[in-house]
């Protein structure tokens, strides 16, 4: 077995990250290659400007739209008009608007930053194990995973592009499973295509085991298992929920500690749903300690622990163990890394609370 037991290094906020190149550098792309990338993606666009004919009287100005840029689907042209690239008379207007004949239309497309290249970017990566296959890097908290609507640079994809260029020729820079900006901890990648799909496989026959460290609202006393589907919320489309009928998702738990209003668990996730030990723990009225989004409302709490808790300002989840089969070699490797010091810092300030509380209780006796 391989082994990561002492990784006790912090790495620094990637929130903000000063290595990290960044559109607002400068607006010369030739000192700023994200700025060069982007110019050279959208250099096929051009600014046009047409004047609607009278037997276009009548038209929304999507359909209108459509008729002067058929290379361009509508929803795109759609798209446009929302983010106020196309301009009537030099005013922004609405897709269903109607043209009556002799407006000036000026169109300024820019490139669908979903569409365009992933860039690689000097970020830095805490990398616990390598080889010709595999990568296992420790996710600090605040990194994004994938780039996404207003994370577009800055994130793991864009670091692993940089470090390994050979990741452009495999999907998803070989990201094979994901962890929330604000989790921390092991994330496997695959170097290769081969690689990457033994690895889907190992996840989808549930053979890798990915363990988290949790600290939950409430006492729990013993472990036990959640076995309940999830899907997206039915009206709050950016969580997901425990939903009849949803995607299997299964995840066990043992009590690792013990504290007055909150419990330090393991989790061993079966599957691998978006957000599950957050909805599944939320599910068992136990939500994490800082999810601002699975929390519905105040938390009962002793009083000495109330700010501790509260304060702290992410959910409290770190991905402590991973273990998997490796791709080429079947070889059975696991790795270990301890939680970041945000977390060991709020379970050291529990302690404290609980022993100063106690000691407070001893001198009324």
Known sequence: MWRMTNPEKNLRDYSVNPAAPSLSDSTNPHLNPLLLAREEATASLREFHVVVPDDYAGLRLDQALVKFFPEYSRSRLQEWVVQQQVLVNG????????????EKISVNPQANLAEQPYIGEDIQLDIVFEDDAIMVINKPVGLVVHPGSG??????LNAL????????????????HRLDKDTSGLMVV??????????????????VKREYLALVWGEIVRGGTVDADID????????????????PAVTHYVVERQFPSCTLLRCRLETGRTHQIR??????????????????????CVAYLRTVLNSFPRQALHATRLALEHPTTAEAMEWHVAMPQDMQNLLRDVQREVKEAAEREKLKG
């Open 151 to 156: 994370n577009w640079e800055g994130t793991l």
């Open 190 to 207: 695959a170097k290769t295509l081969i690689a990457q799909t033994a690895l889907v496989r190992q996840l989808q026959e549930r053979s």
């Open 279 to 300: 909805v599944h723990m939320a599910h068992l009225k136990h939500p994490l300690i800082g999810d601002s989004v699975y929390i519905q409302g105040g938390q009962k």
């Open 91 to 102: 005013a922004p207007s609405l897709s269903k608007e109607k043209v009556w004949g002799g």
């Open 161 to 176: 592009l940089h470090y390994a260029p050979q990741l452009k020729d495999v999907p998803r820079a070989g990201i094979v």
């Open 232 to 247: 997206r919320h039915p009206s709050n489309r950016v969580k997901m929920a425990v939903v009849e009928g949803g995607k």
